[in-house]
C-alpha cells in the first residue's frame, strides 16, 4: 500500500478513504493528494478522503500537480515535509510518480544531495529522471 522514500515520507498511488485507517497505524499524520479531483473516472474526489483523514486525526493537504511541477507545487510540499513533526507523512497521486518527484525535489531545496535523492528514490522504485535539472548537486 505504500512505498517508503526516507524515514518520515511514503507515497503510492491513488488511495480510497478505506484506506486512511491503516495509514494511521503506520504512523502517518499527514496525507498530501497531488492529484487534481477529476483525473480520472471513479477516482476518490478529495474532499472524500479529506473527511476519512480527518476522522482518523490525520491533517490533509491538497496540493494538485496536473501539467507538470511548478514552484509552488515544491514549495507546498517542502512546508508540508517540515509541518509533519514526529509523525510521517503520506503523499499520493495516481502512481506515486509525481508525488515522489515533489518530494525530491523538495528534498533538494532542503539541502539533500543528488547522489543520495537517486538513491532513495531508485529504492522505492522511482526514476528521479524528469527532474534532475531541478536537483542540486
Not at 494511521?24 to 499527514?30: D, E, I, Y
Not at 473527511?51 to 486525526?57: D, E, P, S, T
Not at 515522489?100 to 529522471?129: H, I, P, Q, T, Y
Request: charged fraction near 25%; glycine fraction near 12%; include cysteine.
Amino acid at each position: 500500500m505504500h512505498r517508503q522514500l526516507d524515514e518520515k515520507t511514503l507515497v503510492n498511488g491513488q488511495i480510497s478513504p478505506g484506506d486512511v485507517p491503516a495509514l494511521k497505524q503506520l504512523g502517518v499524520t499527514l496525507i498530501v493528494n497531488n492529484r487534481p479531483d477529476g483525473e480520472d473516472v471513479g477516482q476518490p474526489c478529495g474532499d472524500e478522503i479529506e473527511a476519512a483523514a480527518k476522522a482518523a486525526g490525520i491533517e490533509y493537504r491538497h496540493v494538485p500537480i496536473a501539467r507538470g511541477m511548478g514552484p509552488s507545487d515544491v514549495e507546498a510540499m517542502r512546508e508540508a515535509i517540515h509541518s509533519t513533526g514526529d509523525g510521517k507523512l503520506f503523499a499520493f497521486c495516481r502512481s506515486g510518480n509525481r508525488s515522489a518527484l515533489a518530494w525530491a525535489v523538495a528534498k533538494s531545496e532542503d539541502g539533500m544531495s543528488r547522489d543520495e535523492l537517486n538513491r532513495l528514490a531508485g529504492e522505492a522504485g522511482f526514476d528521479l529522471g524528469p527532474v534532475a535539472h531541478l536537483l542540486r548537486d
